[in-house]
């Protein structure tokens, strides 16, 4: 089962991210996702940081940012049946001028339903609102009340009650790891030692959120020129060392 959460500002995930694209005036064809990620994630951080439950929608969202980051930060790139390039970024944009275009037509449609509600029916006021008064007089509705009905009643609450009961319940875990905090470790235990293993990370903290921080901190360490990559024994093993800051300024 699906719900909607409204924020102050934005209604669901596409309408931030179509927020950050209009702010900076940035080309929605060609989104810089470094940024438009960090942005997401901040504003993510804000949110729990004022003890508001971000919904899965908004969870999802900065997952598949963080896929599209690790995609377009690895060297191989994803080639389609043809053999062109793939963009990781196609899905994301597709997806994001689909509700830019749809968000056009709700607030057209928002705008006719707002100058109807401005116009008055025509038609004799006083006898509809007699009608309408007539209508909520309690007396006359205490005259058809039964048995029946009020068990009619109960079992509508009851059955409400036991539907909200059941609902699921989002619980959002906030992990103690950052790429920043990450990239500061793995080049702390470089000072300590002049190569590492990618298995030896894996064991010193040995759960599946530390590993895939780790993972992404090395990749952005190798794009910032920081490390460098080894092939290690083992399958899907590497070595990583710190490169040294005479070779980073030639």
């Known amino acids: 089962m699906s719900f909607e959460i409204k924020l102050p500002l934005f209604e669901g995930p596409f309408d931030l991210l179509l927020f950050f694209i209009q702010r900076d ?18 504003y993510l951080h804000h949110l729990e940081q004022l003890n508001v439950e971000v919904a899965s929608e908004f969870i999802l969202v900065a997952a598949t940012l963080m896929r599209i980051k690790v995609k377009m930060l690895l060297p191989r790139p994803v080639l389609d049946e043809e053999g062109n390039e793939v963009d990781p970024r196609d899905e994301l944009v597709r ?22 509600m401005q116009m ?38 009851v059955s409400r ?14 992990y103690p ?21 990618f298995v030896e990370l894996i064991q010193l903290e040995p759960n599946k959120i530390a590993v895939i921080f780790n993972f992404l901190s090395i990749l952005d360490l190798l794009q910032m ?19 040294e800051e005479e070779l980073v300024e030639k």
């Open 95 to 116: 997806h994001l001028l689909e509700y830019k275009k749809y968000k056009s037509v709700v607030e057209s449609l928002a705008q006719m339903e707002n100058d109807r």
């Open 161 to 174: 009650y036991e539907v909200e009961q059941n609902k699921p319940k989002h619980e959002v875990i906030q």
């Open 177 to 197: 790891y950052t790429i920043s905090s990450q990239r500061d470790f793995i080049m702390a235990k470089l000072s300590e030692t002049p190569r590492i293993s």
């Open 225 to 243: 020129r920081e490390i460098t990559m080894h092939l290690g024994e083992g399958f899907n093993n590497f070595w990583i060392e710190k490169v």
């Open 25 to 42: 005036e940035l080309d929605i064809n060609d989104i810089p996702i470094n940024k438009i990620t960090k942005d997401f994630l901040d």
């Open 120 to 157: 008055e029916s025509r038609g004799n006021v006083l006898r509809e609102l007699k009608k309408l008064s007539e209508g909520n007089n309690v007396e006359s509705e205490m005259q058809d009340l039964d048995l029946y009905k009020l068990l009619k009643v109960f079992q509508k609450v």
